[in-house]
């Protein structure tokens, strides 16, 4: 069965940074699209990046020039690399897979059937 597994959460000071890693199994990795979602304590979720099966990517606003989605399709992992972090991007963390294979990506949560567990990342001031 389908199954995805986040780690690399955590702690940190502003301007820090973090690496988010979804080990993924279960499934053609390379074939789908994958997204990296978060959400706040009172916010609803929202998309943060996607990659594409063919490693194009997106990423909301407020994180371009400080993130960066990723994958090794060898390794069947993906990675979001966080760096400058700001309090606002205290959330917990999820990433996700996209319902059909070969579909585009977008942060429409819809789109995605099969969720991480997720993992807290902290951001203090």
């Known amino acids: 069965q389908v199954q995805l597994v986040e780690s690399g959460g955590g702690s940190v000071q502003t301007g820090g940074s973090l690496r988010l890693s979804c080990a993924a199994s279960?499934?053609?990795?390379?074939?789908?699209?994958m997204g990296w979602f978060r959400q706040a304590p009172g916010k609803e979720r929202e998309g943060v990046a996607t990659?594409?099966?063919?490693?194009?990517?997106t990423y909301v606003d407020s994180v371009k020039g400080r993130f960066t989605i990723s994958k090794d399709n060898a390794e069947n992992t993906l990675y979001l690399q966080m760096n400058s972090l700001k309090p606002e991007d205290t959330a917990m963390y999820y990433c996700?897979?996209?319902?059909?294979?070969?579909?585009?990506?977008?942060?429409?949560?819809?789109?995605?059937?099969?969720w991480g567990q997720g993992t807290q990342v902290t951001v203090s001031s």
């Open positions: 990659i594409e099966s063919d490693g194009s990517t």
């Open positions: 279960g499934y053609m990795f390379s074939s789908y699209c």
């Open positions: 996700a897979r996209a319902r059909f294979l070969w579909s585009s990506c977008n942060t429409v949560q819809s789109t995605y059937v099969y």
